[in-house]
């Protein structure tokens, strides 16, 4: 199975500040047909369920804020959050789709100071 | 606009069996790929199964296999879970998730298992 480490597992920013969030996976995840890796990416507040943010590596999914984005190749994907806003506080997932059984890293917390 | 409600949660004693079901609503059911995530209390996402449009073609996370079958009624927007065979580490709750383009866009709010003597 494909193992997807996340990097931090926590970290706090203050509001207005870059939220940067990494993710490792163990083998590459490049789809030749798609020319992108399968990476995507979630956010999840407390007593909710996850909402996606960011599919093959860089897309953003409608009406997603544009201060969120993704990137990276190879095996390693950055999700950053370019100015944070108190409503950002929360649990942020990667996960591959390359290949079954899919799988998310551990999740990051963000705090917003 | 897309609903997924689950429903069929509930506690269990292990080695015992419950079905979850999803219904769906505001979308075209049977043109999608659909499937389950679980979520042991306070830890992380883990997926769990899903299922191609015609059904098909299934997919399992190695933990479930054998134990968990997941299956669609195309003529009644619905998706369901069987799982037999409980183990307290299956305890979490469940969402039903639809999927996008290799992702999961939609979930429902989820359905609690408890797997417990």
């Known amino acids: 199975d494909i193992v997807m480490t996340q990097s931090p597992d926590s970290l706090a920013v203050s509001l207005g500040e870059r939220a940067t969030i990494n993710c490792k996976s163990s083998q590459t995840l490049f789809y030749g047909s798609k020319s992108a890796s399968c990476v995507v990416w979630y956010q999840q507040k407390p007593g909710q369920p996850p909402k996606l943010l960011i599919f093959?590596?860089?897309i953003r999914e409608a009406g997603v804020p544009d201060r969120f984005s993704g990137s990276g190749s190879g095996t390693d994907f950055i999700l950053t959050i370019s100015s944070l806003q108190a409503e950002d506080g929360a649990v942020y997932y990667c996960?591959?789709?390359?290949?079954?059984?899919?799988?998310f890293g551990q999740g990051t917390n963000v705090e917003v100071k | 606009e897309v609903h997924l409600v689950e429903s069929g949660g509930g506690l269990v004693q292990p080695g015992g069996s419950l079905r979850l079901s999803c219904a769906a609503s505001?979308?075209?059911?049977?043109?999608?790929?659909m499937g389950w995530v679980r979520q042991a209390p306070g830890k992380g996402l883990e997926w769990v199964a899903n299922?191609?449009?015609?059904?098909?073609?299934?997919y399992y996370v190695d933990s479930v296999q054998g134990r968990f079958t997941i299956s669609r009624d195309n003529a009644k927007d619905s998706l369901y879970l069987q799982m037999n065979n409980l183990r307290a580490e299956d305890t979490a709750i469940y969402y039903c998730?639809?999927?996008?383009?290799?992702?999961?866009?939609?979930w429902g709010r989820g359905t609690l298992v408890t797997v417990s003597s």
């Open positions: 093959w590596t860089s």
């Open positions: 505001g979308f075209t059911f049977s043109s999608f790929w």
């Open positions: 299922i191609k449009k015609d059904a098909t073609s299934k």
């Open positions: 998730a639809r999927h996008g383009d290799f992702c999961l866009a939609y």
């Open positions: 996960q591959q789709c390359y290949s079954h059984p899919w799988t």
